[in-house]
Nanobody
């Protein structure tokens, strides 16, 4: 049973930083495409960042230069470091995983193809005040 559990969300002022974590269990973590998506109220789910099975990372243009994605295979944990946060970053952030995606993991995620992901966490709320 694949389980993904996000943590680290909260309220932060504009310009501040947060780090989200996604603890994974129930599968061979390193062989999966791992990703972060977000969804703001009234908007579609948006791909934020991804790490493929070989460790290559991809970040959406909307957060490039501010957000960094990484993973620790030993801890089965995916991270999203978010710096210089803006009110527009306010959203529910979801961790997702998929076994089938190979090198196309990054492009799939940054183009927002959330339907390609098989497993999802329940989300972590990030609120950025102005």
């Amino acid at each position: 049973q694949v389980q993904l559990v996000e943590s680290g969300g909260g309220l932060v002022q504009a310009g501040g930083s947060l780090r989200l974590s996604c603890a994974a269990s129930g599968y061979t973590y390193s062989t999966y495409c791992m990703a972060w998506f977000r969804q703001a109220p009234g908007k579609e789910r948006e791909g934020v960042a991804a790490v493929d099975r070989d460790g290559a990372t991809s970040v959406a243009d909307s957060v490039k230069g501010r957000f960094t994605v990484s993973k620790d295979n030993g801890k089965n944990t995916l991270y999203l470091q978010m710096n210089s946060l803006e009110p527009e970053d306010t959203a529910m952030y979801y961790c997702a995983a998929d076994l089938a995606l190979g090198p196309e993991c990054g492009s799939t995620v940054v183009h927002g193809r959330y339907y390609a992901m098989d497993y999802w966490g329940k989300g972590a709320l990030v609120t950025v005040s102005s």
